[in-house]
């Protein structure tokens, strides 16, 4: 093999590598970056709170075994462990949550543009899934029932849901690996955007008629999740 060849090789991979890096929150360049939330400089994330002033409490959340209300028309409440909640996590680059759902409960169809999930099932049965972006083939659904101590994972920016198959009422926490993987949830974007998407666009994408658009655009989309 040439040392031409080798060395587009070598810059092909370094390039991936890079590509790769960048698909994840920035690296540390100290030990922590505790969130100060009274700051009005707008950065990345939060500025630092004076290190001075840091306490052990700052890196502290008590009270992720409590059930949360799922007494909304999904069935499910996600309860986020991020920054907003442990001021230390800022620029860690994770954040946990903790799902309830009840009997017949829904986490619906969403992604997250920024991260990967690692969904753990604590109590319960669910039924999960994710499903491929389009391709040759189609999009394909990944799914599988999952019962307490299952594990699965949801890749980055895929569309994905946990439905509770179970009977009684289910928990699972989910790991992301950004501090801030963002929410995209399907239903809500795209018929309770505001202002609201043309509904001859809607209706032509989902090969419905405008008014059966008109009426899914009414229906109140509630968002099942909480930062606070
Ligand atoms: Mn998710």
């Not at 499910?76 to 860690?92: A, D, F, H, K």
């Not at 040759?136 to 198959?165: C, E, R, S, W």
């Not at 609201?196 to 229906?219: G, M, S």
């Amino acid at each position: 093999m040439s040392a031409k060849i080798i060395l587009i090789i070598a810059a092909s991979i370094a390039l991936i590598s890079s590509i790769c890096v960048s698909s994840s929150d920035p690296g540390l360049l100290q030990d922590f970056c505790v969130a100060n939330f009274n700051s009005t400089v707008v950065v990345n994330g939060y500025p630092c709170k004076d290190p001075l002033l840091v306490t052990s409490d700052d890196f502290f959340f008590s009270g992720i075994d409590q059930p949360r209300s799922t007494d909304n028309q999904l069935g499910s409440n996600i309860t986020v462990v991020g920054v907003e909640r442990i001021p230390g996590l800022n620029t860690m680059g994770l954040i946990i949550s903790r799902i309830d759902y009840a009997p017949g409960g829904l986490n619906p169809p969403h992604y997250h543009p920024r991260s990967s999930e690692v969904f753990t099932v604590v109590e319960g049965n669910l039924f999960v899934g994710f499903i491929t972006t389009n391709s040759d083939m189609g999009n394909t659904l990944y799914a599988k029932k999952l019962q307490k101590g299952d594990v699965f994972v949801f890749p980055q920016g895929l569309i994905h849901f946990q439905f509770n198959i179970g009977g009684k009422r289910a928990v699972a926490t989910a790991a992301f690996g950004s501090q801030s993987p963002g929410l995209m949830t399907v239903t809500n974007a795209l018929f309770g955007s505001i202002p609201p998407v043309p509904a001859v666009i809607l209706a032509k994408a989902f090969q419905l008629n405008t008014t059966t658009i008109e009426w899914l655009q009414q229906q109140n989309w509630v968002q099942n999740f909480n930062y606070n």
